[in-house]
């Protein structure tokens, strides 16, 4: 059964970086799968952090944060940098095939994750 596994989060300093990883199992095609990184914290909605194309094989830049697949690894990266206290959350990817002239950013997301922990705490 198709399904992701996040992992990478965990406790950092205020101004470390973290590289989070998503790895996609059961999926046939990964390089036709628009990955989308998203965060929630308690009482608030969730939002899309970054996300990647099909088939991008370059890394995308959002502020502090880059995105990258692996296609051979069936894997999605999220390097964070300068992390700051607001970044805590739950971060969930998950995974969608665009429809024709629809994109990562406005997708519906079919797959999601259990989610990865990140806490930024001096």
């Known amino acids: 059964q198709a399904h992701l596994v996040e992992s990478g989060g965990g406790l950092v300093q205020p101004g470390r970086s973290l590289r989070l990883s998503c790895v996609a199992h059961?999926?046939?095609?990964?390089?036709?799968?628009?990955i989308g990184w998203f965060r929630q914290t308690p009482g608030k909605e969730r939002e899309m952090v970054s996300c990647i194309n099909p088939r991008d094989d370059g890394t995308a830049m959002k502020g502090r944060f880059a995105i990258s697949r692996d296609d051979a690894k069936n894997t999605v990266y999220l390097q964070m940098n300068d992390l700051k206290p607001e970044d805590t959350a739950v971060y969930y990817c998950?995974?969608?095939?665009?429809?024709?002239?629809?994109?990562?950013?406005?997708?519906?997301?079919?797959?999601w994750g259990q989610g990865t922990q990140v806490t930024v705490s001096s």
């Open positions: 998950a995974s969608s095939i665009p429809k024709e002239g629809y994109f990562c950013y406005d997708t519906q997301y079919a797959y």
């Open positions: 059961g999926f046939t095609g990964f390089d036709y799968w628009a």
